[in-house]
């Protein structure tokens, strides 16, 4: 079975700044997903990024970025310019590539709480 | 309404009380998941439905029993539930395609639910 652990329960940032999210996992395959989701007071989550296990180039969408490192498992989020209504929880989230019928579940670590201080 | 909606938003129930969560997706997906959110604790996946039909059930206890009447709605039925059952229950959708086609799964606000 899948793992992924988040080390980070809670960071803080300020304003402007670039804060990095940490996201280690554990898989025996050699294909998956990555992904990050927000999921901010409101509580609907949302994906902010999500990666390929087969691409080498790291995945960007505008102010997140990931630092993909598939020998080390580890899957870190960088969020540049933090602005206010970044915070929120971030959970980092694994899915097999094959699945057994279709439809597959995601597997997720904790969640680190992201504090932007103005 | 748009996306994944949730009902009710916030649930009291008592353990001998029997209520049902619904779940509706807008989107046009052909797969419904529920998911649990505890204090402290990853999302645990309960549910997975596919076209359908119910292709996963990470040993759910059977007071939890869902239900997907037609590719739009998912049910969660509650029977004599204990106070550790309380959390945020997540309804999720997703298009999936074919065996090794992954897209991405849209999640509904959630149902806070208490248990007395």
């Known amino acids: 079975a899948q793992t992924v652990t988040q080390s980070q329960p809670e960071m803080s940032v300020q304003e402007a700044e670039t804060v990095t999210l940490s996201c280690t996992y554990d898989?025996?395959?050699?294909?998956?997903?990555l992904f990050w989701y927000k999921q901010p007071p409101s509580r609907q989550m949302i994906l902010v990024i999500r990666q390929e296990a087969y691409k080498q180039q790291n995945a960007t969408e505008n102010r997140f970025s990931v630092n993909f490192q598939k020998a080390a498992k580890s899957f870190s989020l960088k969020i540049s310019d933090s602005q206010l209504g970044d915070a929120a929880m971030y959970f980092c989230a694994y899915r097999s590539l094959y699945s057994g019928g279709g439809a597959d579940g995601l597997t997720f670590g904790k969640g680190t709480h992201l504090i932007i201080q103005p | 309404e748009t996306g994944v909606t949730q009902t009710p938003r916030h649930l009291v129930m008592g353990m001998t009380n029997k209520k049902s969560l619904k779940c509706e997706q807008h989107l046009g997906h052909n797969a419904m998941y529920w998911y649990k959110q505890s204090a402290k604790k990853p999302l645990e996946l309960m549910f997975v439905?596919?076209?359908?039909?119910?292709?996963e059930n990470n040993s759910v206890p059977s007071r939890f029993s869902p239900e997907c009447p037609n590719s739009s709605h998912l049910f969660l039925h509650l029977h004599t539930l204990q106070p550790e059952d309380s959390a945020l229950y997540l309804c999720a959708s997703s298009q999936d395609l074919a065996r090794g086609v992954y897209n991405e799964q849209f999640f509904g606000p959630g149902t806070r639910l208490t248990v007395l």
């Open positions: 898989t025996s395959e050699s294909d998956y997903y």
């Open positions: 439905y596919n076209f359908k039909e119910q292709t």
